[in-house]
């Protein structure tokens, strides 16, 4: 069982200054090197080495694809950096985003003016796409795993605790409410247009301030995605300003058929 750690504990050479929360995966720590730089911790809370060394591979094989074929789009990829053991807990090392998260942004304005969001979408989903291209599918996309370096232009795509290669089946199902389609709810293989309806999900909650199937509840939001019968209110009802491409591309994005799905490429152009 994962021991929580506190301010000031020591995780091999790095030092615990926060604990910056927990997800489905593992809790997170900010933390400082031997040069009082900041790292993130994250504490893998269910000890699933597995997954956490396909993180590792994954970071190297997008990395290694940027500087062959995609120069520059390493900086909208937060990566796993190491596999830190500490007597028998297991940690990932990770660069620190000072900027925090797109959802700490979208906590305290309510909502985003457009210009913002297409500022801070855009580099994600060009990171996701470097990730579709090496066989892999993110399959957790929201505002908390799109992170900022310094600015909304500036964001990177991070937390690849459920990602799993393109169309092989998977164990067990794992999915974010509100943000994942019916069918990665229902478990069925990895495919990259499970990532389209998360961004979609993602740029809709971002511009309007909720989320496209919202309910009073975790359990009925879930029933609302599952069904294939009910549909999202269109974009530009909520938010009239977004341009009409866009509005088309993320309402698309949102349908319960993946094959009616834009591709991510498709999506991304949408804001051109």
């Known amino acids: 069982m994962a021991v929580f750690r506190k301010p000031g504990d020591r995780v091999g050479p790095y030092k615990i200054s926060k604990r910056l929360g927990a997800g489905g995966n593992g809790i997170a720590y900010r933390a400082t090197d031997a040069k009082d730089e900041f790292v993130v911790l994250k504490l893998l809370t269910d000890s699933n080495l597995a997954q956490a060394n396909f993180e590792i591979e994954l970071s190297m094989s997008v990395l290694a694809a940027c500087a062959s074929a995609y120069r520059g789009l390493e900086e909208h990829f937060v990566p796993v950096l190491a596999l830190l053991r500490d007597n028998d807990d297991f940690f990932l090392v990770m660069p620190y985003m000072i900027g925090g998260s797109i959802a700490d942004a979208l906590a305290k304005r309510g909502k985003l003016d457009y210009e913002v969001v297409r500022m801070a979408i855009r580099p994600p989903m060009l990171a996701c796409h470097v990730m579709h291209k090496v066989g892999v599918v993110h399959r957790d996309v929201k505002p908390a795993n799109l992170l900022l370096r310094d600015h909304p232009a500036r964001s990177a795509l991070a937390d690849f605790g459920i990602s799993a290669p393109a ?102 152009q949408s804001f051109n």
């Open 167 to 268: 169309n092989t089946p998977l164990r067990a199902p794992g999915y974010s409410t509100g943000y994942s389609c019916p069918e990665q709810m229902f478990n069925h293989p990895a495919s990259p247009a499970q990532d389209v309806f998360s961004f979609a999900a993602t740029i809709y909650e971002l511009a309007t301030g909720i989320r496209p199937f919202a309910a009073a509840t975790e359990d009925e939001e879930d029933q609302l995605v599952g069904d294939y019968t009910v549909t999202h209110t269109p974009l530009n009802t909520l938010a009239p300003n977004i341009p009409h491409s866009v509005a088309r591309a993320v309402d698309a994005a949102l349908s319960k058929n993946p094959l009616a799905r834009p591709s991510l490429r498709e999506l991304y």
